[in-house]
């Protein structure tokens, strides 16, 4: 089981490796991190701190593309989240309070997108793409367009505070993937999701309870992208329903894809969306870190992008395969014809 | 003591009257909700037109110049005295501008200008966006005097005419010191989490004591920045000296708490120096220039930062 998760992971596992490497290129003390005013402090830290909304958001989007779905709506959805919370906090209630009507209000979000697709059966991208573009104009509406600053200190340790000296937005995202983790993979729900992302139909006729379980990875995406928003806010402490969340749903999109997830749905691996969560993130910070000119920034990601998704696309990986295998010493089996989809292959 | 009271109820009763007569309508095409500036812009816009008895008749764009078009020809077919217009792009007015020259009613473009010939609008009133990045290096150069001082900036949207305006006045002011440099620069896109982030990967790649001040294109990315800065163990406005535009309640703040040291005001006042244009056009035919410049004004931690976020904070922004 260990194994073969390994084996699936692996590809993320190098690229994350290089990126990291190049960062360490372009600035050598990439990898140094120090104790500091009682949390840790360092280039690598702030990876993983960084990247905790893009991976709250991936973990989400994973089980939504398992089932052949989409969720354009999350960044819309964070910006509603830290508008409710913010305007929680600053209209006297307890911070834990702010945290759950954020929390519910992502639920309901999730919920109505989840109804659109499971009962009316309207197609994933056409029914979040209503929520992606009504979404930031209710936080605005919450927040009257301007930011809404807050000074609640237990609001603002969800996201700039420490717990252990790490920053709690990586205890949050770690937690948060464990615990989906766990309940997918310990229970048949993961088998079921791809069940039906697979295959509807047939999973239905077989027994599965196909709108329920929409319904839910719909409620968990918009759960995941409700605390990203709570995060967000907190860390700048303030709700600015104008910029939070921001094009976040392509990151997260393609944090998944990066993870080597199919688009059409099926076989899934959280962690391997997470890992590419943490591969966008470097790629982020080796452009910071870089000192290039700022109109260098997105031509470089792109062709990063470009070139991580070229080496994961299944005609390399074949011929990378056939390379290994009429080099390598015995020929244990034939070679297999290209799989159609990455996701075809391992398992996490 | 009962005359006096009966004088003002009648001065009372009469003055709407005059007013009234005075009214003027005045249409307002404003571009829509993008930030907290033109909240306030329009904020303050509604106050002035109170001030002086015009009856305001505004329009929100909703970022779309078709709607912009279609609000300047229903105040055109309204037969309003005159139009304010914030222009959402640079470009395609020529047309709807006509019209409403026709029916002789002047337009005043307010804080963007647009391509199309001078003699269709009366005046544009903005700021001078080179001219507030100058404000802001002018200042820095004072206040470090001789002592060496790297510079980090923070860059607002790349390719937008503010960022490439303000980072060519701050540079301008700059280049006669040699003791003042900027050695990172990076974009934050006008945000206050970009500007964190940002903030927080210059601190570590220049090491925070290697940071002698910082230049941000905007109040907002300030915010974020010195959050990363106390975050990193420094003191923002001590250890790094923060200089930012647009004066925004939130900066104000941070002035009052010494964590910031200045800002460059962009006035949302816009339409006070355009109504004063159009009074002394229709008092006696008075054409003004083509072109008004708002203060770029200077605002200090030896400013009544407490006061100027009282006067602010219910603008909008």
Known sequence: ?348 | MNILKSLLASAAILVPAVAMAEGETIGFSQIGSESGWRAAETTVTKQQAEERGYDLKFADAQQKQENQIKAIRSFVAQGVDAILLAPVVATGWEEVLEEAKDADIPVILLDRNIDAPEDLYMTAVTSDQVHEGMVAGNWLVEAVGDAECPVVELQGTTGSSPAISRKKGFEEAIAAADNISITRSQTGDFTRAQGKVVMESFLKSEGGENICALYAHNDDMAVGAIQAIKEAGLKPGEDIKIVSIDSVPDIHLAMKAGEANATVELTPNMAGPAFDVLEAYWKDGTMPPKWIQTESKLYTSDDDNAAIYESKKDLGY
């Open chain 1, 1 to 348: 089981m260990m194994k073969s998760t390994l084996k699936r992971v692996m590809p993320q596992i190098i690229i994350l490796a290089l990126v990291l490497a190049a960062n360490f290129l372009v600035f050598r003390g990439f990898f140094h991190v120090e104790f500091q005013h009682g949390r840790l402090f360092g280039n690598l830290i702030d990876v993983l701190n960084r990247g905790a909304p893009t991976a709250l958001l991936a973990t989400g989007m994973t089980l939504v593309i398992a089932t052949r779905g989409i969720d354009l709506s999350v960044g819309a959805v964070m910006a509603i989240a830290g508008a409710v919370a913010a305007s929680a906090v600053v209209g006297g209630a307890h911070w834990t309070l702010a945290v759950l009507l954020a929390l519910a209000a992502g639920a309901a979000c999730g919920l109505w997108n989840g109804v659109l697709v499971a009962i009316f059966r309207i197609q994933p991208i056409v029914a979040t793409l209503v929520l992606m573009v009504a979404g930031r104009g209710i936080g605005q509406l919450l927040t009257e367009g301007a930011i809404l600053t807050f000074n609640d200190p237990g609001l603002i340790r969800l996201g700039a505070g420490t717990i252990a000296a790490v920053p709690t937005p990586i205890w949050i995202w770690i937690a948060v993937a464990c615990v989906v983790g766990l309940v997918i993979r310990r229970s048949a729900l993961g088998l079921l999701i791809e069940a039906v992302g697979i295959n509807q139909t047939s999973s239905r006729l077989a027994g599965i309870n196909a709108r329920v379980l929409l319904i839910a990875v719909y409620l968990v995406s918009g759960l995941c992208a409700a605390l990203a928003g709570v995060i967000v806010a907190a860390d700048i402490k303030g709700a600015d329903a104008n910029n939070a969340g921001l094009w976040m749903e392509l990151d997260a999109i393609l944090a998944v894809v990066i993870g080597g997830n199919s688009l059409l749905g099926g076989r899934f691996s959280i962690t391997a969306s997470l890992l590419g969560a943490l591969i966008i993130q470097g790629v982020n910070s080796l452009i910071l870190l870089s000192g290039m000119p700022v109109e260098f920034n997105l031509v470089i990601k792109a062709l990063i992008i470009i070139a991580i998704l070229v080496i994961q696309s299944p005609r390399v990986r074949h011929s990378l395969y056939l390379l290994r295998a009429s080099t390598g010493p015995v020929l244990r089996e034939r070679p297999k014809p290209a799989p159609r989809t990455p996701q075809e292959e391992g398992q996490s």
